[in-house]
């Protein structure tokens, strides 16, 4: 059995807001719409990969503390060829960088960015 990566689903606190955070912030494109049982679902392509965004359901309250991984995605880590050009060019769009550069094992070089609903962006750099 092969498996391969269809898309990544994000439940959003404000959805409108979150798109246009990952369109501003990543160059994401949105690539479809749509419904499934009544709950709307709008697709985009963001580093090659198909993410897909809804609103979180009425009456559930999703609360992340700061500094500590929330329960479901919480991570979405991007490869960069230019780290220092991928930081300043996410500063100069108005990203909130939380960590970082810092200089890891073998060369590896990753920042952190604050994205909506306590998800965080990390920005990696193979040497």
């Known amino acids: 059995m092969h498996y391969s990566l269809d898309h990544i689903h994000l ?3 404000d959805l409108d807001a979150s798109i246009a955070y990952y369109e501003k912030m990543f160059d994401a494109k949105e690539i479809a719409r749509g419904e499934v049982k009544g709950m709307p679902i709008i697709a985009l392509e963001m580093a090659g990969q198909r993410f897909s965004f809804s609103p ?3 009456g559930i309250d999703i609360r992340v503390e700061p500094d500590e991984p929330g329960w479901g995605l919480y991570q979405i880590a991007l490869k960069v060829d230019n780290l220092d050009a991928a930081m300043a060019a996410l500063k100069e769009r108005g990203a909130v960088i ?21 998800v965080e962006m990390e920005v990696m750099e193979y040497a």
């Open 56 to 58: 979180k359901r009425e």
């Open 11 to 13: 439940r959003c606190s």
């Open 98 to 118: 939380s960590r970082g550069p810092v200089d890891l094992r073998g060369g590896l070089r990753v920042f952190f960015v604050e994205a909506p609903d306590g």
